[in-house]
């Protein structure tokens, strides 16, 4: 089994989530062979990083998403493509689409919807830590996959970018702190995350991304994730040198999620971290 991080050292919802993934793996090691088939014939990639990096504005990376542990029920009733379809009109640069199916109501169906409604990119939004994982959301069509620092061991994180890097996608990495940044950065990871969602208390702080923008190379990706609402604060992040940001259930709690989104496209990157 690959190694995660100690299931101790997580905050309870992320333990048992990391749990069940572990426990899900033995069904999917059986699909193995059809996992590897579902690659072959997947369609081609498209460039979630360059999608990023595209304009001198704050990319937005729209989300799909249902419910969630700390939120419950976020959007009953959630059409993946017509949500999805309104996200790329109204102007975001790529899409995520939470799949974890226990806690998060999600699926590979709703990415396998999305894909075929939408032409900007996609990220697997689930928790991943085996690269088995990572052949899974290729083969449905991701684009990109999200990897959590917080979760996985030096060694597997390294695992997973180089599962991702051969398929030719794009990798995420996701941390919260100054220790997980490093190691991110250490792992050679582009594209990093910055969570200013506490997962340990659930409090969020735009300042998180702030601090920590300094500690990144200027060739890294800047995604800052959690707690975006306003144009407001995404004109703020810009100031600081965020490239990208993430979005979820501020736009899935409005009541026109394409206008919300069309609210936090368009603002200006004004500095260079």
């Known amino acids: 089994m690959p190694e995660t991080q100690g299931s101790g050292s997580l905050p309870g919802i992320l333990a048992r989530i990391v749990e069940t993934k572990h426990q899900e793996l033995a069904h999917l090691r059986e699909r193995r062979r059809a996992l590897e088939d579902a690659v072959d014939a997947a369609p081609p990639v498209r460039d979630f990083a360059a999608a990023l990096r595209g304009t001198g504005d704050v990319a937005l990376i729209a989300e799909c998403k249902r419910r969630s542990p700390g939120a419950g029920e976020i959007r009953p009733g959630l059409d993946p493509a017509a949500l999805t379809r309104g996200y790329e009109e109204a102007g975001a640069a790529a899409l995520s689409v939470l799949t974890d199916e ?16 939408t032409s900007i990119p996609i990220l697997r939004k689930d928790f991943t830590v085996d690269p088995l994982h990572v052949v899974e959301a290729r083969g449905a069509g991701a684009d990109a996959v999200l990897l959590i620092v917080r979760i996985l061991s030096d060694r597997l994180l390294a695992e997973l970018l180089a599962e991702g890097r051969g398929l030719g996608m794009s990798i995420l990495v996701e941390a919260h702190d100054a220790v997980e940044v490093q190691r991110a950065v250490d792992a050679g990871a582009d594209i990093v995350g910055i969570n200013n969602r506490d997962l340990a208390t659930f409090t969020t702080d735009l300042d998180t991304t702030l601090r920590l923008l300094e500690d990144l190379p200027r060739c890294v990706v800047v995604v800052s994730e959690s707690g975006i609402r306003t144009p407001g604060d995404v004109v703020r992040l810009g100031r600081g040198g965020v490239d990208a940001i993430l979005v979820g259930e501020t736009l899935l709690r409005a009541e026109d999620p394409a206008a919300a989104a069309a609210s936090l496209c368009g603002h200006a990157k004004t500095a260079v971290h």
């Open 102 to 117: 226990s806690y998060f109501g999600g699926s590979l169906e709703d990415l396998r919807t999305v894909r075929g409604a």
